[in-house]
């Protein structure tokens, strides 16, 4: 199996995946996160020059929270990305200008904080570019409104440096953790690489020992009766010959040697019917049905065959499935049958 199709077939180990976003422990954090925000906004209302922008601002917030712990592969999607990305803005350019324009904004520019959190989580998410963008818009806001404010745009900058510098220290976490993740998916593939060769090594075994056991059933018997010092009658040597074509016919045509086949092609024998099955396929047909309809064939054909017969499954790649040759004499029949088991003109 191709890497492509195991990816698809199991859940890769992604930096979303090794942060357990559907564990108790995340909705803990994002329980703590929005009770945080909102003891922060209550305990500072009462220094903001407008009281409602703060409650808005909350609520965008919180519901951007939830948004972005919402399990899903990596990269998170574009449209959720893009609603957090402006969750960060609205609350930003709401709370800014209901901030006090003397003195330290203290808790009350709590959204600084809170937004950085979001985009941390953004840039964990594998997508960082929008959380940089994110991250300048807000920063560039919060420089307007120290503008405004009758103090420098870098006064508003200092207000954000912190939050760029842990913006930074997630954009590296990532870089580890997804190193983690490739290390993590390699080491399954392998794994899963391991277990196949060893099944395949195993049924390949079975197989043998399947075979080895058919071949010693059927020959063991007889031989033992060849070791003993007296003629063999006419009747042990037709025995020994069904066995040796039985063995015959279960190593040349083992897609065809199924119990009716076996049984009417050692009739046939009896009667002096020369029988060869030959598997130039590797395996039978795609679904039992088809098979049935095979044996079917097969054996209405060996029933009232005379002279020579040949059965061959011929190879996955041609038109036809199972031809079945009959001569006798002069005389020349060929029957082909197509991978369902009907009768074709290939």
């Not at 922008?53 to 919402?70: D, F, K, Q, W």
């Not at 006090?100 to 594998?126: I, K, Y």
């Not at 029933?303 to 040759?325: C, K």
Request: glycine share 8%.
């Amino acid at each position: 199996m191709s890497r492509q199709g195991r990816e698809g077939g199991s859940r890769s180990v992604d930096v979303s995946r090794l942060l357990a976003l559907e564990s108790e422990g995340a909705s803990l954090i994002l329980g703590v996160f929005i009770v945080t925000n909102v003891v922060f906004t209550l305990a500072t209302i009462d220094t903001l020059r407008v009281a409602w922008p703060a409650y808005v601002a909350v609520v965008i917030v919180s519901m951007a929270g939830v948004l972005l712990i919402r399990p899903h592969p990596d990269p998170f999607p574009l449209r959720d990305s893009l609603a957090v990305v402006a969750a960060v803005v609205i609350s930003t350019a709401l709370i800014s200008w209901c901030l006090p324009t003397d003195g330290p904004t203290g808790r009350a520019s709590w959204h600084l904080g809170s937004n950085t959190w979001l985009l941390w989580f953004l840039v964990l998410r594998g997508r960082a570019g929008l959380a940089w963008a994110a991250m300048g818009a807000m920063t560039a806001i919060t420089m307007a409104w120290t503008a405004s404010t009758g103090r420098s745009a870098l006064a508003g900058l200092s207000m954000v440096d912190t939050q760029i510098g842990l913006l930074i220290v997630a954009s590296l976490l990532v870089i580890n953790m997804r190193r983690t993740a490739r290390r993590i998916n390699e080491l399954a593939e392998r794994s899963v690489d391991a277990a196949a060769a060893a099944a395949a090594a195993e049924a390949s075994r079975q197989v043998r020992l399947q075979r080895a056991a058919e071949v010693a059933s059927a020959s063991v018997p007889l031989l033992g009766r060849v070791a003993q010092d007296r003629p063999l009658t006419d009747a042990e040597r037709a025995e020994m010959r069904e066995a040796e074509g039985r063995l015959r016919d279960g190593v040349r045509g083992r897609g065809l040697a199924t119990p009716s086949v076996l049984d009417a092609v050692a009739a046939a024998r009896s009667r002096g019917v020369d029988v060869s099955l030959l598997d130039d396929r590797g395996a039978g047909l795609a679904s039992g049905e088809a098979m049935a309809r095979v044996d079917r064939r097969v054996v209405s054909a060996l029933t009232d065959a005379t002279g020579t017969v040949t059965v061959r499954l011929l190879p996955a790649d041609r038109s036809a499935a199972v031809t079945i040759v009959a001569i006798d004499g002069d005389h020349f029949t060929r029957v082909a049958l197509d991978a369902e088991g009907n009768e074709t003109a290939a």
